[in-house]
C-alpha cells in the first residue's frame, strides 16, 4: 500500500484532507486523485503504459495532466469562471498553474461556514463534470461533447439535484 510522506495511507488521508461532503458515489470515486492518482496520459506515460503524455483533448495545448484538465484548460477555466460567477461567492476561479486541491482548500476558506458544504458541492460538481467531459472528448462519444455553456447548464441541473437529495427530494434523482 502506498503511503504518503507522513506515513499516511490512501484511506488516513481521505479522513484528514477532504472536507465533509455530501456526493454521490461516483462523485465520491472522481475523488480518488487526491488520494490514488487517477490515470491521465501524463501517468500512463510515467509508467510507460505509452511513450509520451498526450497533449490535452480539449484544448490541445499542454499535456493532458490532471491539473490542467481540472484547472488550467483554457476550457475549464471559462467553465470555472462561468460557474463562480453565478455561484455567487466572490471566488477567483483557479489560476493557471493552480492544483484543485490546494485551490479548493483556499477557496473555502473564504466562503462562509455556513455555505461550506453548497461550495464543496459546486467544486465537486464542476470537476466531477469537466473530467467526463474529457472522457467524452478521449473516447469518442461525440453526443456527451458540450461547449462550456452546456456544461454549464449541466452543472446547475446536477447542482440542483443534489440540493433536492440534501433537502429528502424524489428518490428517483439518484441516478449515478
Known sequence: MEMDSEGNSPSR?????????????AAA???????????????RASHG??????PCYTCLQEEDTVDH???????????????????????QEPGLDANLERWWTEARKRVRKLDRKRFDSMV????????KQRNARVFGNAREQKDPTQI?????????????????????????
Request: proline share 7%.
Open 152 to 176: 454549464l447548464a449541466a452543472i446547475k441541473e446536477e447542482f440542483h439535484l443534489w440540493e433536492l437529495a440534501r433537502r429528502g427530494g424524489s428518490s428517483q434523482i439518484a441516478r449515478e
Open 29 to 43: 470515486a472522481f475523488l480518488v486523485p487526491w488520494l490514488i492518482p487517477i490515470w491521465s496520459s501524463d501517468r
Open 69 to 91: 484538465i481540472l484547472t488550467q484548460c483554457p476550457y475549464a477555466r471559462q467553465v470555472w469562471f462561468d460557474v463562480l460567477r453565478i455561484a455567487g461567492p466572490n471566488i
Open 49 to 54: 503504459l505509452q511513450e509520451h503524455p498526450d
Open 124 to 131: 465537486i460538481i464542476t470537476a466531477w463534470t469537466l473530467w
Open 13 to 25: 488521508r481521505a479522513e484528514t484532507s477532504v472536507p465533509e461532503l455530501d456526493f454521490t458515489m
